[in-house]
Each structure stands twice: as C-alpha cells, then as structure tokens.
C-alpha cells in the first residue's frame, strides 16, 4: 500500500492536489540554523518579527541554507568541510532527499536555487587538485547531480545568483581537505577573488581584493546587480585592511570603512530593504555596521554580543545573535525576540510570495 507521501505525490503529479506553499509552513520570511541548549541542532523558520514559524532538527551543525522560490522546502548545508545536505519539506520537518558531496568533494556550506526552481547549485572544493566547484542538481529529478563547472578560483565559499543572470562567486582562496578539518592549508600562497560566471559556467571577469590574505566569503546583490562581499582576515589581526566591499563588473573593488572593530571577521553581509545601505555583522567583534552604499560612509556602528546573522528588513534590517535575541536595527536596535537558540552564521531571506 502506497504510504501517504507516496499518495500525495500521486495528486500533485495528477494536478488533483493544490501545489503547497511557504503558507503551508508558516509563511516564514527567514531560515536560520540554530543550537539547541541541550547541544544539539535545528533549522528554524523566522517570520519578519523574528517569531517561530517551525523548528526541524538537524543531524549536525548547520552553516547556510538555500530556500525554494516557492515551495515549503530548504536545503540544510552542514558546516564547511561537510560532505552532506539534507533537503527539507518545512511543514513537517521530513527529509526528502540527502545531497552527499561526490568522490572527492566537500561542501563549503551555501547554495541558491535558480529563481525557477528547478536547480539547485552548490560551492564544492575539488581536494585533490584545490580547485572550486558549482554543483548542479535537477530538483524535479529528485536532487540528482547533472554537472559542475569550475568557480574561477580556490575555496568558494558563498555564491549568489545575478539579476542580469549568471552567478558572482566568493572564491575565498583556502584550500582545504576533510582529513585535516578545518585546518587551512594555503595561507602563505591563498589567492582570493570574486568571480562572474556565465550561466553556463563560463569565466566572464574577476577582481581580486589588495591583499591576498583578505579572504572573500560572504555575498549580497543589489537589485541592479551591485555586489557586496564581506571578507575574512588571514594574517595578524591588527594589520588587517578594510573588511567590505562594493563591486560592479569592470569596476575596481571599492573597500570601506576599517577594520578596526572586527577582529578581522566578517559574518554576514546584506543590503537593506531599499538597497541604500549595506550592513556586515562581527560576531568575534561584537558589532554590527552600517554603511552607505553611495558614499561608503559608515552611518553606524552598534555594539551585540555575538551577532551574526543579517537581512533586510521592511524597515532597516533583522539580526540574529549566538545568544538568542533577534533584534531590527536602524537608527538604533530593538529587541524583537529572546529565544533559549544559539542562532547561527546566517539569516537566509525566502522570496516574498505573491
């Protein structure tokens, strides 16, 4: 006898049943990946106040996650170096598939689907020549891996979809190998970079930051396709150069601010609602940023503990911290929620509906 997911799939695939939605689950506007006080770990649904919509319990540490354009679904990356995801249906918290990286891959943690649908990319590392890769799977095959193309650099990390088309990837320069953890392999040689893809994974520019101990990994896009990345510092920390920058194609990467109070760590990078400001978070710094996005100027800088997660908001901006508050932030902060979570790395916004 079919089982009642089996019976569903049967309706949806007959057109009998109605197409679920985010409204199915709540109607969350964010995903984030979170610690539990017991030590162990989940996915959660924030709605635009930072209130719960779902909770669904994760085998290990997440890192980022990538939401469907329409349907109820996340995928939940495990922390880089991690070798697996978990595709999730988010009204009830079933796995419906596994994605495990191929032979001689790992995960670094971020993927996007493509505004339709129907693919799901991945930033992969190649380990045994240290060389990125994009992932390709066909989600109306079952999340069956169709391809890879090269991302135009070592170790990428965070990688975005443009409204022009083709992609911007954060090649952070570090090579690394599930053997040895964590451990960063290529200091002395890294060489990061942002790259430009064609949608068929074809090199079409890339900048490289100052320093090549300033490690690109973390990416918003504007609506026009402006390009904010949040770098990682790789040398001693009281020499690290500015942190953020701001980037079109054929233009120099234009840096702002200092590093001063970042402990040469960016968490999280974003534009806010109407793309005038961006703002990057430092959970080692305790601070969050903003600046303007025409000037580069900083427009504020407000102190929390452990802050990390960053999005857009309807009016200013929503973060997230290891401590549990949610807080909007925009000429001052306002404590929306306080939540027995460790929130972690990143607040990943879910295409409005409708």
């Known amino acids: 006898m079919a089982n009642r997911r089996q019976f569903l799939a049967g309706l949806l695939a007959s057109g009998l049943a109605p197409v679920p939605t985010w409204a199915d689950a709540g109607s969350p506007a964010y995903l984030s990946a979170a610690r539990l006080p017991d030590e162990s770990y989940v996915l959660t649904g924030l709605d635009r106040q930072g209130a719960e919509r779902f909770r669904i319990p994760l085998p290990a540490r997440g890192h980022a996650a990538a939401a469907h354009p329409t349907q109820p679904v996340a995928v939940a990356f495990a922390r880089r170096p991690g070798r697996f995801a978990l595709v999730l249906d988010c009204r009830d918290g079933a796995v419906l598939a596994r994605l495990d990286s191929p032979e001689g891959r790992h995960f670094y943690g971020h993927g996007s689907f493509d505004a339709s649908g129907q693919y799901l990319f991945t930033t992969e590392n190649d380990y045994d020549v240290g060389q990125g890769r994009i992932g390709v799977w066909d989600v109306a095959a079952g999340y069956t891996r169709i391809g890879e193309f090269a991302s135009g650099g070592v170790g990428p990390h965070d990688m975005k979809l443009l409204p022009q088309g083709g992609f911007v990837v954060a090649n952070g320069g570090i090579d690394t190998h ?24 074809d090199l079409l520019d890339m900048v490289e930051p100052p320093h090549h101990h300033a490690s690109t990994r973390h990416l918003a896009v504007r609506a026009d396709g402006l390009v904010a990345v ?9 020499r690290s150069p500015a942190l953020v920058g701001l ?7 234009r840096l702002l601010g200092d590093a001063a109070a970042l402990e040469g760590y960016v968490g999280s990078i974003a534009f806010s609602g109407n793309g005038t400001q961006v703002a990057i978070t430092s959970p080692r710094g305790g ?11 900083l427009v504020q800088r407000l102190a929390e503990q452990d802050v990390c997660g960053v999005v857009a908001a309807k009016d200013g901006l929503l973060a997230t911290t290891g401590l549990g508050r949610v807080i909007h932030a925009d000429s001052s902060t306002r404590l929306l929620q306080t939540v027995q979570l460790a929130y972690d790395n990143h607040l990943i916004e879910i295409a409005p509906q409708g």
Not at 178 to 201: C, F, I, Q, V, W
Not at 230 to 238: C, I, K, L, R, T
Not at 247 to 253: K, M, Q, S
Request: aromatic share 6%; no cysteine.
């Open 247 to 253: 980037h079109r194609r054929g233009e120099p990467l």
């Open 230 to 238: 949040g770098m990682q510092w790789q040398g001693d920390v009281a």
């Open 178 to 201: 599930p053997d040895s953890g964590r451990l960063k392999l290529n200091l002395p040689t890294m060489r990061p970079n942002l790259a430009y893809l064609s949608e068929d994974g």
């Open 287 to 297: 601070t969050l940023e903003v600046f303007d996005a025409g000037t580069g100027a």
